[in-house]
């Protein structure tokens, strides 16, 4: 079924460290990934994507991960700054007309 | 220059009546959605246009019905509204049908909240 991601879980980092943000998907069709921020009162936001083909794609302070054998994908900011502060969604697409959304991570930054 | 721009961005109505939110985009994109986000932040897709033809159409009460008049617009009527409704509407746009180039684009949601 539908199901990308875990039910709305918290993360809370210090100012400086590294996040990582975690995502389970259930489609092993699925071939394009990608992860969205999305801030309050804003829609979402493209980050970064990666296809199946690709284990790990970087961005600018952003890094995300694929593993295909256990169906997870990651995402890693590095030194996490207060602005980074929002829900974080990773999203997959089988090829076809849609893509589903998982349920979000809430990311904390302490300053 | 907004890129997905939606309204009104704040909706309050009573139980029954029938309102419309409105979608633009200026990105030249082909397709179009619309997305419901819950109170738990939840995203699930409603409708898509490509081209102004219906292309997605989830599992939706036929309350709700959207219109295409040309590919930068997609409109979202909703007759007899419930409570159940409430919700944060989000329009997207993406180059391509289903996003997988680049993604989507989304508006800055409107909160509807029926009482």
């Known amino acids: 079924g539908e199901n990308v991601g875990l039910h709305l879980p918290t993360l809370s980092v210090q100012e400086g460290d590294n996040s990582i943000i975690n995502c389970a998907y259930s489609n092993s069709a699925s071939d394009y990934f990608i992860w969205y921020k999305q801030e309050s009162g804003k829609g979402p936001q493209f980050i970064i994507d990666i296809r199946s083909n690709m284990d790990k794609r970087q961005g600018q302070r952003v890094t995300v991960l694929l593993n295909k054998t256990v169906k997870h994908l990651s995402l890693q900011i590095a030194a996490t700054q207060p602005g980074d502060s929002a829900v974080y969604f990773c999203a997959e697409n089988t090829g076809g007309f849609k893509t589903i959304f998982g349920a979000g991570t809430r990311l904390f930054v302490k300053a | 220059d907004t890129a997905v721009s939606q309204t009104p961005k704040y909706l309050v109505t009573q139980m029954g009546n029938d309102k419309s939110i409105k979608c633009e985009q200026n990105?030249?994109?082909?397709?179009m959605y619309w997305y419901k986000q819950d109170s738990k932040k939840f995203l699930k897709i409603m409708f898509s246009?490509?081209?102004?033809?219906?292309?997605i159409n989830e599992t939706v009460p036929n309350r709700f019905s959207p219109k295409s008049p040309d590919k930068a617009h997609l409109n979202l009527h909703i007759n007899s509204l419930e409570l159940g409704d409430s919700a944060v509407y989000f329009c997207?746009?993406?180059?391509?049908?289903?996003?997988?180039?680049?993604?989507?684009?989304f508006g800055s949601g409107t909160r509807l909240t029926v009482v």
């Open positions: 997207a746009s993406s180059q391509d049908v289903g996003g997988v180039v680049g993604g989507y684009t």
């Open positions: 246009y490509n081209n102004k033809e219906l292309i």
């Open positions: 990105l030249g994109h082909d397709t």
